[in-house]
Structures are given as structure tokens and as C-alpha cells.
């Protein structure tokens, strides 16, 4: 991958806690066309927990890098998975073209569960902010920050909510969860642009030497009222057997009515850069809104604030991930 003037900071350990878990027992592998053959019961996602990580980023201010409410939110996740004993966590601090003529200071944040075990997954989410409202209803709000709260705040809140669990009940894959900076400032002409912050942490090679995940799940817009998820398409190319496996696994738990089975076309996210590092990578994303065709009516408007966040979608969400995670079988 041909990266543009990309200096790379140090990787920063801060955190060591081994916890001690045991194994369980898993029932399908990565790529099963069927349900798991196991009771989806292991862990219960706590829709009330996943709602006030979000509403506490919302409370900060719109998180972008540069900012004090970007720094109180980095502070805010560390803190937290502290709280959760992942084996290590890793901040990557790294200074990247802004492809606006300019740099910025990005950190991605990145927990390790079960070190380990080689069978991995990665699970990632954005927790930067668009800096402007540029889709706005309103001309006099283009120049306004987006609050973020489906667009940035819903996936790092159903993470540090599965990070809970995790810390509570090992499951018996290895599961890395990494927050990824400066997704949301791109261009719609320019596809590098954007997920500038996933591409600095793809530079580094983060799996040399160590066991690469065998799959990976990225959540974005995970929380807006009336989300329906359909296959991305660009998943659907580099990870079909795992969109496969996601998609049974969510009718098997009660989501069929949120998980559609069919296309719901293409978008340019930080799965793209991620499948193309050789990870096979599905973005679930609610670019198939009922009301709108494509993106939530509150994308990129300085109406994506909490009022726009629907608990029962952060359950939805949360609880298939979960299942998807506690049923994998590493074997």
C-alpha cells in the first residue's frame, strides 16, 4: 500500500493486565454459511452501558484531533479499557498528511485480549468527528462540527461495551479491539483521504511477528433510530464467508428485521484499507437507512447528536458482534 508522507510515532505500551480467564467452548468457524450450533446465551450486551459511552462522547464535543474534547476522549476510552484487563493496550501516536496541504496528529488506541491464542479477530471503530456538517439541510451549518454521536460515538460505545464482557468472560478467541483516529475528514474525490488514521496504523505492520486476526469487524453508524444493515458490498468482495456468518448469526438471535439479507452497496470506510492489508474485514454500517436510501438522514449534520441514538440499535448490533465473538471456534 503506497502511503503519502506518513512519519510514524511511537508505539506506546500503557497498560498490562493479565487476567486469567478460561476458554470456552466455540460451535461454528469464520465462514460458516449456517447458525451456530451452540445456544447464543454466553453474554448479555448491555444496550444501557453501550448508550452512555456514547452520550459521555457527545457530552465532551465534537472529537476532533487537535481538540480538547478529541483528547478527553482518548483519555475517556483509555481509562476505561484500563478498567476491562485486556492483556495490553497499545496507543500509536503518528503524524499524517491531512491531504489538505497540511498534517495532523492522530492516536489509535488498540486492546488485546487472549495474546495468547493465535485464532484472533479484530474489531475496530472510528472515534474522531467530521469537522464540518458539509450535508446539512442548512447551508449556515457547513462550516459547523458534527456532534458524532451515530457517526463516530455508537461504534466506540458498543466496543467499550464488549470490551466489559471481555474483561468479565474471556472468550476463547483472541480479540483485538482497536479505536482508530481521523476517519471523518476526507474528501469525496480523494478515497485516501479518508481513514487516514487506519492507514498510519497499517503502515506499521502492527501483526509482524505475531498472529495476524483471521478476520476483522468494523462498526460504524451502529446506533442511529430505525438503522437496517445490509451486506456491504466491498465486504461482500474480500469477506463474503464472514458476512455469511454475521448475517446467520444475527437472524439466529432475533435481528433478521435488522439485518437484511441483500446488498446495500459500496462505501469507502476504514474496511476498504484494512481488506486491502490482507485482513478480510466486513464494515456493518447503516448505509441503507429506510428514510434515505443510503446514509442516515443525521449523517454529516449537526442533527447526529444523542437524540438520533436508538438503544434497541446499539442492542442489536452489540448482542450479534457478541454472539458472533463468544461462538467462534478456534480449533
Not at 19 to 46: E, I, Q, Y
Not at 93 to 111: E, M, P
Not at 123 to 135: E, F, K, M, S, V
Not at 161 to 167: I, N, S, T, V
Request: hydrophobic share 40%; glycine share 8%.
Amino acid at each position: 500500500m503506497q502511503m503519502r508522507h506518513i512519519l510514524i510515532g511511537a508505539m506506546l505500551t500503557v497498560a498490562m493486565a493479565c487476567t486469567g480467564h478460561g476458554n470456552r467452548t466455540a460451535s461454528s468457524a469464520p465462514g460458516s454459511n449456517s447458525s451456530p450450533t451452540t445456544s447464543l446465551d454466553a453474554v448479555d450486551f448491555n444496550a444501557d452501558s453501550a448508550y452512555s459511552h456514547v452520550a459521555r462522547q457527545v457530552e465532551m464535543g465534537p472529537r476532533i484531533p487537535g481538540t480538547p474534547s478529541h483528547g478527553k476522549c482518548v483519555e475517556y476510552i483509555i481509562s476505561h479499557l484500563q478498567a476491562c484487563s485486556p492483556d495490553t493496550i497499545i496507543v500509536q501516536q503518528a503524524t499524517v498528511d491531512n491531504h489538505r496541504g497540511g498534517s495532523v496528529d492522530v492516536k489509535n488506541i488498540l486492546a488485546r485480549y487472549n495474546m495468547g491464542t493465535p485464532h484472533r479477530v479484530l474489531l475496530l471503530a472510528h472515534y474522531d468527528t467530521r469537522p464540518w456538517a458539509d450535508n446539512d439541510p442548512d447551508a449556515a451549518n457547513h462550516t459547523q462540527p458534527v456532534p458524532g454521536a451515530n457517526d463516530g460515538a455508537s461504534g466506540v460505545g458498543v466496543l467499550l461495551e464488549l470490551a466489559r464482557l471481555m474483561g468479565e468472560q474471556s472468550p476463547s478467541t483472541g480479540v483485538d479491539i482497536l479505536f482508530v483516529d481521523a476517519e471523518d475528514a476526507g474528501d469525496d474525490n480523494n478515497e485516501e483521504s479518508w481513514c487516514v488514521g487506519t492507514q498510519a496504523w497499517l503502515a506499521t505492520n502492527p501483526y509482524n511477528g505475531t498472529a495476524r486476526p483471521v478476520y476483522a469487524i468494523l462498526l460504524d453508524m451502529v446506533g442511529g433510530e430505525g438503522a437496517v444493515f445490509r451486506r456491504e458490498i466491498v465486504s461482500d468482495y474480500f469477506a463474503r464467508n464472514v458476512n455469511d456468518r454475521i448475517w446467520a448469526v444475527a437472524a439466529a438471535s432475533g435481528y433478521a428485521d435488522r439485518f437484511v439479507n441483500a446488498s446495500g452497496g459500496g462505501v469507502t470506510d476504514d474496511h476498504v484499507f484494512v481488506n486491502r492489508a490482507g485482513i478480510p474485514t466486513v464494515d456493518i454500517i447503516d448505509a441503507a437507512h429506510p428514510a434515505t436510501g443510503s446514509f442516515p438522514p443525521t449523517w454529516h449534520t449537526v442533527a447526529d447528536d444523542i437524540n438520533s441514538i436508538s438503544k434497541e440499535t446499539l442492542k442489536a448490533v452489540g448482542q450479534t458482534v457478541a454472539n458472533v465473538i463468544y461462538s467462534e471456534k478456534t480449533e
